[in-house]
Nanobody, 121 residues
Framework: QVQLVESGGGLVQPGGSLRLSCAAS?????IGWFRQAPGKEREGVSC????????RYLDSVEGRFTISRDNAKNTVYLQMHSLKSENTGVYYC?????????????????WGQGTQVTVSS
């Protein structure tokens, strides 16, 4: 079974940046990033395909977030710029079969433990 470990979360001021990492024990999958804010459902933020590296983004993060993968390190990154308070939440990564649309949690598996991102002044 694939294991995923997220890291890189923290406290950042509005307008700041963070880079999240998702390290995987295996890598022949699409990887999705999700955010779960307190009291809300888990929401797909971005994904990246396994073969051609196709990417998809939630509209609200398009142009501010960039997803990438380093196959040699079995790691997917989510670079986040111009962070806003509404980006606060626990960020999870998970594996999926493909990345043809903004990820939905029902299509993803092998969830990591999550990393907390707090955007606050």
């Amino acid at each position: 079974q694939v294991q995923l470990v997220e890291s890189g979360g923290g406290l950042v001021q509005p307008g700041g940046s963070l880079r999240l990492s998702c390290a995987a024990s295996g890598f022949a999958f699409s990887i999705g990033w999700f955010r779960q804010a307190p009291g809300k459902e888990r929401e797909g933020v971005s994904c990246i395909g396994s073969t051609y590296g196709r990417t998809r983004y939630l509209d609200s993060v398009e142009g501010r977030f960039t997803i990438s993968r380093d196959n040699a390190k079995n790691t997917v990154y989510l670079q986040m710029h111009s962070l806003k308070s509404e980006n606060t939440g626990v960020y999870y990564c998970a594996t999926g079969r493909d990345c043809t649309s903004v990820p939905h949690s029902t299509s993803y598996h092998n969830w990591g433990q999550g990393t907390q991102v707090t955007v606050s002044s």
